[in-house]
Each structure stands twice: as structure tokens, then as C-alpha cells.
């Protein structure tokens, strides 16, 4: 525990000033005649200097460096922002440590030596301890907390101590130093919080240090799942005043399609996604201004609601041409359309717009062009606008900056090789191979000060536990700190945290009454192929489809390649019934594919190239297959009806009226449907075009298929292999093509032809089909009345399933739920 000196000043980082306030006020009752303060606060209270904020320093740096010469060897990294805020950092350092000589023998040094002479005349106000050597400084009253100080503070820590100012340290016996090990980075956070609640400390006494700042947000997420309450002293910025800034002055800096979007995005989230869309989409083109032509790849309907969009995008834009108009010298009305934009803003918001303004208006003479906003917004994105806690409560939450004896018991966690002890060294263009020809401290002795810091820092806490984690969040391994081992004079023991957290898994139930109303609510229900199919890959699918009526948002593109445009190709070379398909070479498909393409090159004049790749694509598919449909009319002597088969069949089902429409077939978007037809039976007057001789289906939709080399023979005493040829394995190729596109046949009996022969094998007929669809019908319409909804699931099911948020991990593989029966 620390004890508070009366009348004095303390100097503690800035998130720790709350802290320090509660144990000030439970100590005394009051806080009166007691400063606290940062140290960087406070030396500069000591002094008047005309310091200028940083942004103002880059800006003058900036203009120092406008004529450097070209023969400089960063000469062409003079307007970069992280350049200048390198050169800002060390001109701070070697200013504190009042360094005047600097190496000049190669060509590098050479050229940061200019930069240096620039730069160092350039009243930045940086203080070094000259500044404070004459001032009258009461250094008796001084006490400065003991946490990790950085390089800086540290000097100046050094300096106050030396000169009469005290140490703030823990009085109280300290407890061993707690060393554990834990398999993952969680692992060790759930350990940090079981220790708090077995032991039964309170939560304002415990103080949580993490080696990296990134994971704060898992802690808080453990914390939250056990009720432990909490601070965090670094909280993450939800203002969004900075990011509005930024989207104007990136705009008006460089004013394109990318910045534009950007700007409508953050300033309007609710209004500026079809503008954006219809700005991504059709960037140059004027839709009015073009008529829409009939092809196979965009609707009439589809281009109607484009134009639609295009006039409301226009409408709006126009209603926000001021946007336009904005230039560099309307800071004050775009600060006023920023305020507007937030109706009810919180601290946290206005405190980042006056930052902003602040700096803007600081650095506004040296903005005379667009190019000059540059290095505002750099400085700006990499600003935290992290706001400090207003209050504290429980278990505070920090990073080893913070760690301190204010708390009885402290955790340290994540302090693994690679994040502790993460000394500080020069690199960059001022290097430590430059800095160490220089008179600025010794890398030796710079390093040896860090770590007193750091280790005398860990020593003074009263109840210390440190936790390592053997793997991250990935899994990769994670060695332990040989400096931390050795300080401490031991390996860490392992800890073994039993996971508590249970598996929320979603549990889907439909009673037999509910599902009464929801499937059978008549004496009459209907079905189809696509029904049995969604509850064969999903019952669960099924029940939201069907049964809730849940539709899955449509994520269409723009352009759709389906099997439209096959039959348009077909159709348009009148192959049907006029011509014979032997006769459509590759260059009439190639001339017809690109007739379909032709509007929508007109409309997306910017994927022309794309396009030209698809019509060579599809040319080539459409060409092979057409040899397919060549079979039946060269070989079968057959014709085909562009038509599908439609199922209308109904059938009895426990009282119940069940009617069966629809395909017959799994639904294909690239296929194109066709009725088999005997021009022979046409002309004698019979003439089926409802099912004819069977269904065939054409796909766009091509598949790899392997194909033996070698055909093997065992019926010898010596077993031979003969090499298949191209010719035969394209006609093995086409065959099985042929075979496998029949959906379903009619023919009669006694066929002749061998490749008809195959079909009738290997291929139901109608009243198979329909026969083995009203089975599976009555199969689903029986698990369904029954309420079995459950997800289990085909394979491959959940891959583009629209309703996977609401199934979540509930989904489980037919596979196992067959395993567990």
C-alpha cells in the first residue's frame, strides 16, 4: 500500500490519476493540497517556452526542408509524415541531451547532417535540463509514483530525484512473486479472473496489466462472463468526428471516384449505399441515354431498376453538390455540417472536434494548396482520440506502463519473449549504428536503465502474479522471457484452467400441432422436387422456407450468365427444327455469343476485356456442346422441343390432398431444357410435346471428368492394355455426356440404337420418377407433420445456405447423427 504525503505533488502517468485520487480521498477524506500531475505536465509548468503543438513543429519541418537538395540522399522522402515525425524525435532527444556534433563521413550521415542543420535552429520549444536548472523548483514536495517510465520520463525522473524530489513506492511487505504458465493467451486471462473470485478479492483492489494492448478486449469479454466489474484505462475511441474529418480533407486533397465514396460513406451511412453501388457500377456511363436492347444476360426489368437507382443516385448527389464545392478555405462550414451531422454529441465527441479545429487552425497559414493537406491528415488517422475514463470502478484494466503498488494485487499477463522486456532501441535512418557516433547515451547503458525501470518497478508491487501463455490465439508456440526467468530465478509453474464456459448450442422444435397450422393448414397441400430436395439437404431449411416463409436476400450480380444464353444461341440459328446441328460452326456460335454480350458491354464499358473473355469462354462450351445435341439428329435421327417436362400429379396422403408440380429434375440455372421428340411418330400424327420420348437437359455448367488412357483387358492368360486416342476418349467424353443429360424417358420398347439402349438401363422413366418423388414426398410430409426440424444436414449443404445465422452451430453432418443411432 502507498501512503500520501501531505502538500505534495505527484507525478504519475495520466491513466493512474483517478486511482491516485481514490486512494488519496480514502486515505485523508479529501484531496486538498495534493497536485497531480504527468511529468511531462509538469516540467513544462515550470517553464514558459513558446512550445508549438507537434503538427505545427511537422509543418515548419516541413518548409525547412522544401529546398533540400536533390542530391540528398532523403531527398525524395522530405514531405513524407512519418519522415518528419522520425527527424521531430530525435531533434527532442538530442535537444535533452544537449548533442551538437554529429557524424558526417558517409554519405548517409553526410545527408542527415544537412537535415539536422535545418531542422535544429527551429524553435520547436523542446526543453532540455538547462531549462530547468535556474528555476526555483520546490523539489522536496515532489513525489514521483514508481511505474515503467519511458526513456524520456525516465531522464527526467533522474533529474528531479537527484535534485531532492522522492520515489512513491509500496510500504507494505511484499508477497512471492506468483510465476505460472497457461496453454493459450485466454487460457492465461481465465486464470487471472478464477484467481480473483476463489480468492475472494475485491475487485477494486486487483489491478490487470497486459503485455499487449490488443488484448484488453478479450480480458474485458472473460471479466464480463464471470461478472467481475472493470475499468479500462485505454478505452477505444467511438467518436466519429475524426474519421469525418479525415474523409473531407482526403477529398478535398485529391478529389476522385475512391475519395468521393469514401467521403458520402462517413458522412451519410444511411444514404449513400445505392449512390455508391450505382457510382461503383456504372462509373461514365449515363443509363438514359441507352435504350435497352433483348439479350441473354440483363432483363428489361433488371435495367428498368438500374435507370430507377441512377435517378435517385443523381437526385441525391445533386442535393449534396455543395460537397463539390467545398474547397481548403471552408474549414468553418464544413465544421459546421460535421456538428450538424451529430445531434446529441457526448465528451468524448467534443473534445475530438476541437482537437481537430485546434490543430487545423494552427498549421492553416501553411495550407495554401490541396497538396499541403497531406500531411494534416497523416498526423490526424494516427491520432488515438482514445478518451481517458471519466470514473473507475472494479478491477482496472492496463497496460506495464501502469503497474504500480496503488492496488494490493496486481496481475502481469502476456509477458512472453516477445513482448517483455521489448527494450527501446533507435532504428530507422537514425539507427543505433548512427546513434552510438554520437554523444547521446550508449546503447549499454540505455538498455540497463529500462530494465531497472522495469524490474524495480515489478519488485515494489505488493502481490505480483505474472502469467505467460505457451501458444497465441493461432496456436503458434511462444517461449517464455529468459530475462523474466532469470529475474525471478525460476521456471513458470503450469497451470492447468478447466474450460467453464458452456457451449451455447441453438435447439430447433416444431410440436405436431404447429406444425399442423404451419404445413396442413387445408385439407389440401402442395409439393414438389424442390421441396423434397431442400428437406433431404436441410430439414431445418425447409421448415424456415416453407414453413416461415423465409426468403433469403437475393445476391444477384449485374450481368448473369445462365442457360439463356444457350438457348437464345440456339434459338437464333433456328437449329430446332430448320437446320441440322453438324452445321453451327464455332465462328456462328462466336458471333451469336457475342451478340448476347453486346449490351452489356454498352453498359459496363469499363469490363469489356471481362466480357471478351466470357464469349471465347462460352463460344468453346457451347460448341462442344452441340456436338451432344448433333446425337440425336445425325446418329437418332431425333428432333428436340425446347420445353421442360412439368410434373402435375396428385395423390392421397392420410386424408389429406397432396398436389405435385414442378420439375422433376434438381434445379439448374445454366441448363437448358428439352423434350425429346420422334419426327417419324410427328408426321403420322402423333405428337406428345408434354413428355414426348424423355426429358434432356444441356448445362453450361461443365464439370472435369477422368478418362482412362489405357483400356485393360484380363480375359487372356496375358493381360493387355490398349491405348485410347483422342478421337475415342472425346467420344467416351460425348457418350457418357449424352447418358447422363436424360432427366427422365419414355421410350419404347425394342430399341435399336445401342446409345437408346444405355438411356433405357441407366435412366427412370416418368412414372419411375414420379413414383420415387411421391415416396420421398410422403416421407417428408410424415417427418415434417411430426415436427422433426432438427439441422441435420447432406454434405455440402451449409456452403450457400441463407439461413446459416439463424442455424449457427447447431448444424449437425447426416454423417454423425447416422453414427450416434
Given at each position: 500500500?502507498?501512503?500520501?504525503?501531505?502538500?505534495?505533488?505527484i507525478?504519475a502517468?495520466g491513466?493512474?490519476?483517478?486511482?491516485?485520487?481514490?486512494?488519496i480521498?480514502?486515505q485523508?477524506?479529501?484531496c486538498?493540497?495534493i497536485?497531480?500531475?504527468?511529468?511531462s505536465?509538469y516540467?513544462h509548468?515550470?517553464?514558459?517556452?513558446?512550445?508549438?503543438?507537434e503538427?505545427?513543429?511537422?509543418?515548419?519541418?516541413?518548409?525547412?526542408l522544401?529546398t533540400?537538395?536533390?542530391?540528398?540522399?532523403?531527398a525524395?522522402?522530405?514531405?513524407?509524415p512519418?519522415?518528419?515525425?522520425t527527424?521531430?524525435?530525435f531533434?527532442r532527444?538530442?535537444?535533452?541531451y544537449?548533442v551538437h556534433?554529429f557524424?558526417?563521413t558517409t554519405?548517409?550521415?553526410?545527408?542527415?547532417?544537412?537535415?539536422?542543420?535545418?531542422?535544429l535552429p527551429?524553435?520547436a520549444?523542446f526543453?532540455?535540463?538547462k531549462d530547468?536548472?535556474k528555476?526555483?523548483?520546490?523539489?522536496?514536495?515532489?513525489w514521483?509514483?514508481?511505474?515503467?517510465?519511458?526513456?524520456?520520463?525516465?531522464?527526467?525522473?533522474d533529474?528531479?530525484?537527484?535534485?531532492g524530489?522522492?520515489?512513491l513506492c509500496?510500504?507494505?511487505?511484499?508477497?512471492?512473486?506468483r510465476?505460472?504458465?497457461c496453454?493459450?493467451?485466454?487460457?492465461?486471462?481465465?486464470?487471472?479472473?478464477q484467481t480473483?473470485?476463489?480468492?475472494?478479492?475485491?475487485?477494486?483492489?486487483?489491478?490487470?496489466?497486459v503485455a499487449?494492448?490488443?488484448d484488453?478486449?478479450?480480458?474485458?469479454?472473460?471479466?464480463?462472463?464471470?461478472?467481475?466489474p472493470?475499468?479500462?484505462?485505454?478505452?477505444?475511441?467511438?467518436?466519429?468526428?475524426p474519421?469525418?474529418?479525415?474523409a473531407?480533407?482526403?477529398y478535398l486533397?485529391?478529389?476522385?471516384?475512391?475519395?468521393?465514396?469514401?467521403?458520402?460513406?462517413?458522412l451519410?451511412?444511411d444514404q449513400?449505399?445505392?449512390?455508391?453501388?450505382?457510382l461503383?457500377?456504372?462509373e461514365?456511363v449515363?443509363?438514359?441515354?441507352?435504350?435497352?436492347e433483348?439479350?441473354?444476360?440483363?432483363?428489361e426489368?433488371?435495367y428498368?431498376?438500374?435507370?430507377?437507382?441512377a435517378?435517385?443516385?443523381?437526385?441525391?448527389m445533386?442535393?449534396?453538390a455543395f460537397?463539390?464545392e467545398?474547397?481548403?478555405?471552408?474549414m468553418e462550414?464544413?465544421a459546421?455540417?460535421?456538428?450538424?451531422?451529430?445531434?446529441q454529441p457526448d465528451?468524448?465527441?467534443l473534445?475530438a472536434?476541437d482537437?481537430?479545429l485546434?490543430?487545423?487552425?494552427?498549421?492553416?497559414?501553411q495550407?495554401v494548396?490541396?497538396a499541403d493537406?497531406?500531411?494534416?491528415?497523416?498526423y490526424l488517422k494516427?491520432?488515438p482520440?482514445?478518451?481517458?475514463?471519466d470514473?473507475?470502478s472494479?478491477?482496472?484494466?492496463?497496460?506495464?506502463r501502469?503497474?504500480?503498488?496503488?492496488?494490493?494485487?496486481?496481475?502481469f499477463?502476456?509477458a512472453?519473449?516477445?513482448a517483455?522486456p521489448?527494450?527501446?532501441?533507435y532504428?530507422?535512418?537514425f539507427d543505433?549504428?548512427?546513434?552510438?557516433?554520437t554523444s547521446?547515451?550508449?546503447?549499454?547503458?540505455?538498455l540497463?536503465?529500462?530494465r531497472q525501470?522495469?524490474f524495480?518497478?515489478l519488485?515494489?508491487i505488493p502481490?505480483?502474479?505474472i502469467?505467460?501463455?505457451?501458444?497465441?490465439?493461432?496456436g503458434?508456440?511462444?517461449?517464455t522471457s529468459?530475462e523474466l526467468?532469470g529475474w525471478?530465478?525460476?521456471?513458470p509453474?503450469?497451470?492447468?484452467v478447466r474450460?467453464?464456459?458452456?457451449?451455447?448450442?441453438?435447439k430447433?422444435?416444431?410440436t405436431?400441432?404447429?406444425?399442423?397450422?404451419?404445413?396442413f393448414?387445408?385439407e389440401?397441400?402442395?409439393s414438389?422436387?424442390?421441396?423434397?430436395s431442400?428437406y433431404?439437404?436441410?430439414p431445418l431449411?425447409y421448415?424456415?422456407?416453407?414453413?416461415?416463409?423465409l426468403?433469403?436476400r437475393?445476391?444477384?450480380?449485374e450481368?448473369?450468365v445462365?442457360?439463356?444464353?444457350?438457348?437464345?444461341?440456339?434459338?437464333?440459328?433456328?437449329?430446332?427444327h430448320d437446320?441440322?446441328?453438324?452445321?453451327?460452326?464455332y465462328?456462328?456460335?462466336?458471333?451469336?455469343v457475342?451478340?448476347?454480350?453486346?449490351?452489356?458491354?454498352?453498359?459496363?464499358p469499363m469490363?469489356?476485356?471481362?466480357?471478351?473473355s466470357?464469349?471465347?469462354?462460352y463460344?468453346?462450351?457451347?460448341s462442344?456442346?452441340?456436338k451432344t445435341?448433333?446425337?440425336?439428329?445425325?446418329k437418332l435421327?431425333?428432333?428436340?422441343?425446347?420445353?421442360?417436362?412439368?410434373?402435375?400429379?396428385?395423390f392421397?396422403?392420410?386424408?389429406?390432398?397432396v398436389e405435385?408440380?414442378?420439375?422433376i429434375?434438381?434445379?439448374?440455372?445454366m441448363a437448358?431444357s428439352?423434350?425429346v421428340?420422334?419426327?417419324e411418330?410427328?408426321?403420322?400424327g402423333?405428337?406428345d410435346d408434354?413428355?414426348?420420348?424423355?426429358m434432356?437437359?444441356?448445362?453450361l455448367?461443365?464439370?472435369?471428368?477422368?478418362?482412362?488412357?489405357?483400356k485393360?483387358s484380363?480375359?487372356?492368360?496375358?493381360?493387355s492394355?490398349?491405348f485410347?486416342s483422342?478421337?475415342?476418349?472425346?467420344e467416351?467424353v460425348l457418350?457418357?455426356?449424352?447418358?447422363?443429360?436424360?432427366v427422365?424417358?419414355?421410350?419404347?420398347?425394342?430399341?435399336n440404337?445401342?446409345?437408346?439402349?444405355?438411356v433405357q438401363?441407366?435412366?427412370?422413366?416418368y412414372?419411375q420418377?414420379?413414383?420415387?418423388?411421391?415416396?420421398?414426398?410422403?416421407?417428408?410430409?410424415e417427418k415434417v407433420?411430426?415436427?422433426?426440424?432438427e439441422?441435420?444436414h447432406a454434405?455440402?449443404?451449409?456452403v450457400?445456405c441463407?439461413y446459416?445465422?439463424?442455424c449457427?452451430?447447431g448444424?449437425?453432418?447426416?454423417?454423425?447423427?447416422?453414427?450416434g443411432?
Amino acid at each position: 500500500m502507498i501512503s500520501i504525503p501531505d502538500r505534495s505533488i505527484i507525478l504519475a502517468p495520466g491513466a493512474l490519476h483517478l486511482s491516485l485520487y481514490d486512494t488519496i480521498y480514502k486515505q485523508k477524506g479529501n484531496c486538498l493540497n495534493i497536485q497531480i500531475n504527468t511529468i511531462s505536465t509538469y516540467i513544462h509548468s515550470l517553464t514558459s517556452p513558446n512550445e508549438k503543438s507537434e503538427i505545427e513543429i511537422l509543418y515548419a519541418y516541413k518548409q525547412a526542408l522544401s529546398t533540400l537538395d536533390e542530391t540528398n540522399a532523403f531527398a525524395s522522402s522530405k514531405d513524407d509524415p512519418d519522415f518528419l515525425k522520425t527527424c521531430l524525435d530525435f531533434i527532442r532527444e538530442i535537444t535533452l541531451y544537449d548533442v551538437h556534433d554529429f557524424p558526417d563521413t558517409t554519405r548517409k550521415e553526410k545527408s542527415l547532417k544537412q537535415i539536422i542543420d535545418r531542422l535544429l535552429p527551429i524553435d520547436a520549444g523542446f526543453l532540455s535540463a538547462k531549462d530547468l536548472e535556474k528555476l526555483p523548483v520546490p523539489f522536496e514536495r515532489i513525489w514521483i509514483l514508481k511505474t515503467d517510465l519511458s526513456v524520456q520520463e525516465q531522464y527526467w525522473a533522474d533529474f528531479l530525484l537527484a535534485r531532492g524530489a522522492h520515489r512513491l513506492c509500496g510500504e507494505n511487505e511484499k508477497e512471492k512473486i506468483r510465476y505460472w504458465s497457461c496453454a493459450n493467451a485466454r487460457k492465461e486471462m481465465e486464470a487471472a479472473a478464477q484467481t480473483i473470485l476463489e480468492r475472494q478479492w475485491r475487485a477494486d483492489e486487483v489491478f490487470i496489466a497486459v503485455a499487449e494492448q490488443k488484448d484488453e478486449e478479450v480480458l474485458a469479454q472473460i471479466l464480463d462472463a464471470r461478472c467481475i466489474p472493470y475499468t479500462m484505462l485505454h478505452k477505444r475511441a467511438r467518436t466519429a468526428v475524426p474519421a469525418m474529418f479525415t474523409a473531407v480533407l482526403s477529398y478535398l486533397a485529391d478529389k476522385n471516384m475512391d475519395t468521393y465514396c469514401t467521403l458520402i460513406r462517413t458522412l451519410a451511412p444511411d444514404q449513400s449505399g445505392p449512390v455508391i453501388d450505382w457510382l461503383r457500377q456504372f462509373e461514365g456511363v449515363d443509363l438514359e441515354t441507352i435504350p435497352y436492347e433483348d439479350n441473354a444476360l440483363i432483363s428489361e426489368a433488371d435495367y428498368i431498376s438500374w435507370q430507377e437507382e441512377a435517378a435517385h443516385a443523381k437526385a441525391w448527389m445533386a442535393q449534396h453538390a455543395f460537397f463539390d464545392e467545398w474547397t481548403i478555405s471552408d474549414m468553418e462550414p464544413i465544421a459546421q455540417y460535421i456538428q450538424s451531422l451529430i445531434a446529441q454529441p457526448d465528451q468524448e465527441d467534443l473534445d475530438a472536434f476541437d482537437w481537430i479545429l485546434h490543430n487545423y487552425v494552427s498549421v492553416q497559414a501553411q495550407i495554401v494548396s490541396e497538396a499541403d493537406l497531406g500531411l494534416f491528415i497523416a498526423y490526424l488517422k494516427k491520432h488515438p482520440f482514445a478518451p481517458a475514463p471519466d470514473s473507475i470502478s472494479g478491477v482496472l484494466i492496463g497496460t506495464r506502463r501502469e503497474l504500480s503498488a496503488l492496488r494490493p494485487h496486481s496481475f502481469f499477463l502476456g509477458a512472453h519473449a516477445k513482448a517483455f522486456p521489448a527494450l527501446q532501441t533507435y532504428t530507422g535512418i537514425f539507427d543505433e549504428s548512427y546513434v552510438r557516433r554520437t554523444s547521446l547515451p550508449s546503447l549499454k547503458e540505455r538498455l540497463n536503465r529500462q530494465r531497472q525501470s522495469v524490474f524495480s518497478t515489478l519488485e515494489q508491487i505488493p502481490d505480483l502474479m505474472i502469467i505467460v501463455p505457451q501458444s497465441d490465439y493461432a496456436g503458434k508456440t511462444l517461449e517464455t522471457s529468459a530475462e523474466l526467468e532469470g529475474w525471478i530465478g525460476r521456471y513458470p509453474d503450469f497451470v492447468y484452467v478447466r474450460d467453464i464456459d458452456v457451449r451455447s448450442v441453438p435447439k430447433f422444435a416444431l410440436t405436431p400441432a404447429d406444425a399442423q397450422s404451419l404445413f396442413f393448414s387445408g385439407e389440401r397441400c402442395t409439393s414438389s422436387f424442390a421441396k423434397v430436395s431442400t428437406y433431404s439437404k436441410c430439414p431445418l431449411r425447409y421448415y424456415l422456407r416453407f414453413g416461415l416463409s423465409l426468403k433469403g436476400r437475393n445476391a444477384t450480380d449485374e450481368v448473369r450468365v445462365d442457360g439463356s444464353l444457350l438457348s437464345r444461341v440456339l434459338q437464333k440459328a433456328k437449329m430446332l427444327h430448320d437446320k441440322q446441328y453438324a452445321e453451327l460452326s464455332y465462328d456462328d456460335v462466336l458471333q451469336l455469343v457475342q451478340e448476347e454480350f453486346a449490351f452489356a458491354k454498352k453498359v459496363f464499358p469499363m469490363r469489356a476485356r471481362e466480357f471478351d473473355s466470357l464469349i471465347i469462354e462460352y463460344a468453346h462450351r457451347i460448341s462442344e456442346l452441340v456436338k451432344t445435341l448433333d446425337v440425336f439428329e445425325t446418329k437418332l435421327h431425333l428432333s428436340l422441343l425446347n420445353k421442360k417436362y412439368e410434373l402435375d400429379r396428385s395423390f392421397d396422403w392420410k386424408g389429406t390432398s397432396v398436389e405435385m408440380k414442378g420439375s422433376i429434375a434438381t434445379y439448374d440455372p445454366m441448363a437448358v431444357s428439352f423434350t425429346v421428340l420422334d419426327p417419324e411418330l410427328e408426321k403420322a400424327g402423333i405428337y406428345d410435346d408434354q413428355g414426348g420420348l424423355g426429358m434432356f437437359d444441356l448445362s453450361l455448367k461443365q464439370t472435369a471428368q477422368q478418362q482412362p488412357a489405357y483400356k485393360t483387358s484380363y480375359r487372356s492368360a496375358v493381360p493387355s492394355a490398349q491405348f485410347i486416342s483422342q478421337p475415342q476418349m472425346e467420344e467416351n467424353v460425348l457418350t457418357d455426356r449424352f447418358v447422363k443429360g436424360w432427366v427422365a424417358q419414355d421410350l419404347p420398347a425394342g430399341m435399336n440404337a445401342p446409345l437408346l439402349e444405355m438411356v433405357q438401363k441407366k435412366v427412370d422413366t416418368y412414372a419411375q420418377k414420379e413414383e420415387k418423388l411421391q415416396e420421398e414426398a410422403s416421407s417428408v410430409l410424415e417427418k415434417v407433420s411430426l415436427g422433426q426440424i432438427e439441422p441435420v444436414h447432406a454434405a455440402g449443404a451449409c456452403v450457400y445456405c441463407p439461413y446459416k445465422l439463424i442455424c449457427r452451430n447447431g448444424a449437425i453432418r447426416l454423417e454423425d447423427a447416422k453414427k450416434g443411432e
